[in-house]
């Protein structure tokens, strides 16, 4: 076990290091972008250079880079010139909202893809399954914007149930939690889609097996079948994927956050890269690629609980 | 034998629904099973036996569906059963054992929770009392430290334990009828023998009557009172075990025993008479006998026209027969083999093919597992010396894990040896990989695969297969193919209209002489062929055979064939070599290896065949233990730990001593081969006086 | 030494294939038996009719794509000169839907094209050779897709700007990963098989192995693969034109015509609703072609 987490959190460390010196690089392609930008339009090449200079921009890359990781390291990940405030303070505020969403989102997409997927699965090609397959397929085909879009003109244009923003302030006598709503269910439709179907190949899968077989030809009720041998082998395959769908809904959100004007994670990068703000982006990548791989680990731990078949 | 019927199944009709439409796979079954009876139902892949099976169970899938009949159990109609009713009947009266026992069992549960949901669900047991009813059954499964086996999941058993848990599972409520679907297919002989055994003992104490289905004639003798042989969904031919097996009735019967070869049988005086033709696609269903179109003695206007009445051979009680003309077919006799070395082989001529102090070593690929401990590195072959003269034919055998497959892989330039080596016509090629072997090496050495499925390239035609072998090995020209290609398949008896075919359009025994063709391209010296004919059905792998060995006659080709069935090994070899943990137990000429003196491990091996032959019966020699994992090799005797005769701790500690009791024989054992030929009786029976 | 008797005059020979239609071409056939899957024929009915829609756009299309109608300015509800509706500045909705197909179905495609070819050369390497080829092609695959796609979207396309070719490499620079990870999974598979070890043993190249021995075989998944990679590139090349980071305007783009007209939904509904149904049907015809052909390859 020790084994496994040491190998995989340097793993985690290694790719941390690799994309932020990509991104880093990156950033290198437009030089006096990011004084131009905080400049403006009208302001002449000398102050724009003399602001550069200031900053420390005209330095090479990799002296700036791994004084940017020595600063890191201490906690400082410096100054978001589109905010105006220190990088941290931006991004965990933003972070924070967004976990929030996910966390909603995740608690309703796990058992609904569950039940789903299990139901499907376990009689192919019946009518339930058919009509679960066609659905999943259908809403994991619409763009979130274009889910926004449809959930919105329904909700809010024509039934006036529902806001049809979400800027965590309360206002234009919606309370925030009713601001919730669209976006979580936005999100879940297109997200819970895409894991029903993962999750009913497997179950459709595993019923073909003789063991299923067997546990039918001991004379056990089906639905005792499914329970007791079925569903923790139909979960096998997916668990991995539902676990990385963690990493999509803190950092793949961006549609959907922008569609109904949440302050979270992800607009914050549009912004960020708009504008050119490097710090944050930088930082902002920092933490999508921490959660990615992050997750990835938690999916090899699940999947470990799940199968008897390996042991740490 | 008074006993009520337990089963009566009765003009049962199963219609499969395929993109073909609808096929009868039984077009009308009637047979009956009594209580405490084992019946046998054997016949070819396709004939229905596992139908009859699963429409019993009443899981014929989605696309299976009863079309007509009864099947009475107990007196009840299983057909029109309802869900409740069929499940109070699944497990309880009515258990099966199944051909696959790892994929039969949940992976992710241990076999003890598996084992007590059988008691838990049909008599409420609690926990405790399924638990203390678990453990009672795996004693009398035979598997020691039950407490232990509880608590395992199924992938920490060996093949042989899987079997006996679901065993256990289909007994422990004691059902009064017991379906056994392959249930030894997939394990290795002497796994099958006590798994056989033991089934044969529990039917003493349990009472059950056994529908036992296999393909194997053999291991059905072992088992069954009575026999019935399928073809193509009819029950052609039934009677007793003596009966069918004495004096078969039914052509096609007759076809299966003539084409199957058994351990007294030799290629030059006992051939093996493959089945005319192949089985009939299932949705083609003429008028009259279903084996007419491949039957020798069928006569038109009489055997094709209206359907086959089964009727009672004449003096022979409860001896069915489905066929008009079977009283009038001379008398049946067995095709034995030649007594042992009635021809000793030709004077050795100078081997081709060499094999010295090979060893082979498989490094692990990483030092240590993903998790937990280092694994050991596996010694797959160990100080193996052998020779196979030209036109001669040396067969490997021995169980899986004695390092047939690697020697086969490091002959073929595969895999390359980590000490020692092979001599391939003068030129030392056992360290050299098939990419650093020259384009004459090459061609003159070329293998023969086990899997028909796997052996053609599913995207490219016969055709193309052929034809881009004969350009590599024979430097041939694009264009000038077509008539090599024809006249390779004419050699394996294919006609060449077959080279536009993909793989897919082929049965296995087509696809399997397709293979031999394209090993051919290169006129070979010597053709290695790795078990090519076990995946396929006995009439099929008849014809196969009898190819092979006419082929490597006429070419003058040394032939390598590895293989873990004994009876073909003993048909098609001149010189056999037995392993054992990647060692050589024994080797010789073939009379001499089928004959006292044995090396116990043979002698183990030999009275482990199942044989189709009531009279045979020798006292089975049953190995204990499992074979010693590749981390705890034993020091002196590989066979040591399971050895029936180890003398002492000489066997443990050193390695022991080749002895060649004859000419080319050689025996890797402590005991003396006089002392051996002195213990041991002879296994294969002798020839009839007089042939 | 007795002759081996010779017992090999009983072959038998499988029939000949009935299933086999003369006379027509391999297309044909195929499309047949497209059809015997009905989401395959849904799916494939939609994707055709978009593709027929999209070349004879300037055909069909009503009016110019940029050309404003300020006469319908105070009537943009759908209507007889406008059959969808006209967006804020007055521009037919219909036509910028018909030409807005023509985008997303050049450079979706293509993409998915240069993905499946790149991520099968990787994915081939690194299943084939395995050792620190395998490794080293795992390893990089895995951080590309460990990196939330939209937001690397965002970081490229902010510093190169946004053209089609951008679009296009940067979809195939993150799909390929994807791709590499399935072709590699085969592969691993298929060179374990019999007809690979044949294919060494009379010397062929390990580039002709991996090309003509391998990715024939692995050719089923993959389709279904890049079937649904297009819907996605769909779902993608909309999302960045909703964010404003995808084609550069004037020219319509369905993500970029929801992007302007959204925040006038309380008002004008229909000019989000038409683009966002145009690129939902796109997509949902991608991903049953997708579900339809996984149904095939399963059942043969």
């Known amino acids: 076990m020790a084994r496994f987490l040491t190998k995989h959190l340097l793993f985690l460390l290694l790719t941390l290091l690799v994309v932020s010196l990509l991104v880093f690089t990156l950033n290198e392609f437009t030089p006096g972008a990011v004084a131009r930008k905080i400049l403006g339009a009208y302001a002449t090449q000398e102050q724009v250079d003399h602001l550069t200079k200031q900053m420390g921009l005209d330095r090479p890359v990799l002296v700036r880079y791994v004084d940017y990781v020595r600063a890191a390291a201490t906690g400082d990940l410096g100054y978001s010139t589109r905010f105006k405030l220190p990088v941290k303070d931006v991004l965990f505020k933003h972070l924070a909202n967004t976990a929030l969403l996910a966390a909603i989102a995740f608690a309703c997409i796990v058992p609904l893809s569950m039940l789903l997927g299990i139901t499907a699965g376990m009689r192919e090609a019946s009518r339930l399954d058919r009509a679960i397959l066609m659905f999943s397929t259908v809403v994991a085909s619409i763009p979130e914007f274009a889910l926004g879009v449809f959930l919105a003109s329904v909700f809010v244009v024509w039934l006036g149930w529902l806001p049809g923003t979400a800027t965590l302030m309360a206002g234009g006598g919606w309370s925030v939690a009713s601001q919730f709503v669209l976006p979580v269910a936005v999100i879940v439709l297109f997200d819970a889609g895409y894991v029903v179907s993962m999750i009913r190949a497997s179950m459709v899968e595993v019923m073909q097996r003789p063991y299923i077989r067997t546990a039918v030809l001991k004379g056990m009720p089906f639905r005792r079948v499914i329970v007791r041998h079925a569903l923790r082998n139909a979960m096998l395959t997916p668990i991995t994927v539902i676990m990385l769908q963690i990493n999509y809904l803190v950092a793949g959100v961006v549609v959907v956050e922008t569609v109904f004007a949440y302050p979270g994670f992800g607009r914050m990068m549009l912004e960020a890269t708009l504008f050119k703000d490097i710090a944050l982006i930088e930082a902002g990548a920092l933490v999508a690629v921490f959660l990615a791989v992050l997750t990835n680990i938690l999916g090899d731990l699940a999947y470990i609980v799940l199968d008897p078949r390996i042991r740490v | 034998m008074t006993d009520a019927s337990v089963l009566d199944v009765e003009g049962l009709r199963v219609t499969y629904a395929t993109r073909a439409g609808e096929v009868l796979v039984l077009p009308g079954l009637d047979f009956q099973l009594r209580a405490g009876e084992a019946l046998g139902l054997v016949g070819e892949s396709g004939c229905g036996k596992s139908t009859v099976a699963l429409s019993i169970m009443r899981y014929l899938g989605r696309n299976g569906r009863i079309a007509g009949g009864r099947i009475l159990f107990e007196g009840r109609d299983l057909v029109t059963l309802d869900d409740a009713a069929l499940r109070a009947i699944r497990g309880r009266r009515i258990a099966m054992v199944y051909q696959d026992p790892m994929a039969s069992l949940n992976p992710v549960m241990t076999v003890g929770r598996q084992l007590m949901e059988v008691p838990m669900i049909h008599e409420g047991a609690d926990a405790a009392a399924a638990r203390a009813r678990a453990l009672a059954m795996l004693g009398e499964v035979k598997l020691a430290d039950a407490e232990a086996v509880m608590e395992r999941y199924p992938h920490q058993l060996s093949g042989g334990q899987q079997q006996r848990i679901v065993i256990a599972m289909a007994l422990i409520a004691g059902p009064a009828l017991l379906i056994m679907d392959e249930p030894t297919t997939g394990l290795d002989v002497t796994v099958e023998a006590a798994v056989l055994d033991l089934v044969r003992e529990l039917r003493q104490r349990h009472r059950s009557a056994i529908l036992f289905i296999s393909h194997n004639l053999g291991s059905v003798v072992r088992v069954c009172d009575r026999v019935g042989v399928m073809y193509r969904g009819e029950l052609v031919e039934d009677g007793s075990v003596r009966q069918i097996f004495g004096n078969p009735r039914h052509p096609y019967t007759r076809g299966l025993l003539d084409c199957l070869p058994t351990l007294g049988r030799d290629k030059r005086d006992s051939p093996l008479v493959p089945i005319a033709g192949q089985v009939e696609p299932a949705h083609v269903r003429r008028a009259g006998c279903g084996f007419a179109g491949r039957c020798a003695h069928v006569e038109a206007g009489r055997c094709t026209v209206r359907p086959i009445p089964a009727s009672v051979v004449d003096g022979e009680p409860g001896h069915r027969v489905a066929c008009l003309r079977a009283e009038e077919l001379e008398h049946w006799t067995r095709r034995r083999g030649a007594a042992a070395a009635a021809h000793d082989a030709a004077p050795a001529a100078e081997p081709v093919i060499t094999v010295h102090h090979l060893t082979k070593v498989y490094e692990p690929r990483r030092r240590r597992r993903r998790f937990g401990a280092p694994r050991p590195s596996v010694r797959a072959l160990a100080d193996v010396d052998l020779a196979a003269s030209r036109r001669h034919t040396l067969a490997i055998v021995g169980e899986s894990g004695c390092g047939k497959s690697t020697l086969a892989k490091v002959l073929s330039g595969i895999e390359v040896a980590t000490q020692g080596g092979v001599t391939l016509d003068g030129v030392e090629v056992g360290a050299l990989p098939i990419d650093a072997r020259t384009a004459v090496l090459k061609r003159k050495l070329q293998m023969v695969f086990q899997s028909p499925d796997s052996t053609l390239n599913p995207s490219h035609t016969v055709g193309y297969a052929i034809g881009r072998a004969l350009r590599l090995l024979q430097g041939r020209a694009p264009d000038d193919l077509a008539g090599a290609i024809a006249k390779l398949l004419e050699v394996v008896r294919l006609p060449p209209g077959i080279a536009a075919r993909k793989p897919r359009h082929l049965s296995g025994g087509e696809k399997q002489r397709v293979a031999i063709a394209r090993a051919l391209a290169g006129d070979p010296d010597v053709i290695v062929a790795d078990e090519p004919v076990s995946a396929l059905d006995v009439s099929v792998q008849a014809a196969v055979v009898n190819l092979l060995t006419e082929i490597q006659a006429a070419r003058g080709a040394t032939l390598i064939f590895i293989s873990h069935d004994l009876a073909v090994v003993r048909y098609l070899a001149d010189h056999v070599a037995v392993m054992y943990l990647g060692t050589v137990a024994e080797a010789g000429p073939v009379e001499r290896i089928f004959a006292p003196p044995y090396h116990p491990y043979t002698e183990a091996l030999l009275s482990a065949v199942p044989v189709p032959d009531p009279e045979h019966d020798v006292a089975r020699i049953l190995l204990e233990g499992p074979v010693p994992s590749a981390n705890e090799m034993p020091r002196g005797c590989p066979f040591a730990t399971r050895c029936p005769r180890r003398v002492g701790a000489i066997c443990d500690d050193t390695p022991p001593p080749v002895q060649r009791p004859a000419a080319g024989h050689r025996i890797a054992c402590h005991i003396p081969a006089d002392e051996l030929q002195r213990l041991q009786a002879p296994l294969v029976e002798p020839a009839p006086a007089g042939r | ?300």
């Not at chain 3, 070719?165 to 990963?177: D, E, R, Y």
């Not at chain 3, 010397?203 to 890049?226: C, F, K, Q, T, W």
């Not at chain 3, 034109?241 to 509904?269: C, E, Q, R």
Request: contains cysteine; glycine residues 10%.
């Open chain 3, 1 to 300: 030494m007795s002759t081996p008797v010779t017992t090999v005059e009983a072959l038998p020979v499988s029939p000949p294939v009935a299933t086999r239609v003369r006379g027509r071409a391999l297309w044909q056939r195929r499309l047949r038996a497209l059809g015997a899957s009905r989401p395959a024929a849904i799916g494939l009915s939609i994707i055709l009719a978009w593709v027929v829609l999209a070349v004879l756009a300037p055909l069909v299309a009503p009016y110019r794509p940029n050309a404003n109608d300020l006469a319908a300015l105070a009537h943009t509800t759908p209507s007889k000169a406008h059959w969808l509706g006209t967006d804020h500045l007055g521009r037919d909705l219909l036509s910028r839907i018909l030409w807005g197909a023509r985008p997303v179905l050049v450079i979706a495609p293509l993409a998915v094209l240069g993905a499946a070819a790149l991520g099968s050369l990787l994915g081939l390497a690194a299943g084939y050779y395995g050792r620190w080829i395998g490794i080293v092609i795992t390893r990089a695959c895995d951080i590309v897709l460990s990196f939330p796609v939209i937001i690397l979207y965002m970081i490229i396309l902010a510093h190169f700007g946004s053209s089609a070719w951008n679009i296009i490499g940067v979809l195939t620079l993150t799909k390929a990963p994807i791709i590499a990870r399935i072709v590699r999974g085969m592969t691993l598979d298929l060179r374990e098989r019999e007809y690979v070890t044949a294919a060494k043993m009379r010397g062929e190249s390990s580039l002709y192995i991996m090309l003509v021995e391998i990715l024939p075989n692995a050719r089923g998944p993959l389709v279904v693969d890049m079937c649904l990679r297009t819907g996605y590139n769909v779902i993608i090349i909309g999302a960045l034109g909703f964010l404003g980071i995808g084609l550069p305007p004037p020219d319509p783009d369905w993500g970029g015509m929801v992007k302007d007209t959204y925040g006038m939904m309380m008002v004008w509904p229909h000019m989000a609703l038409v683009p966002c149904a145009a690129i939902s049907s796109l997509v949902v015809g991608f991903n049953l072609l997708a579900v339809g052909l996984r149904e095939l390859g399963l059942r043969d």
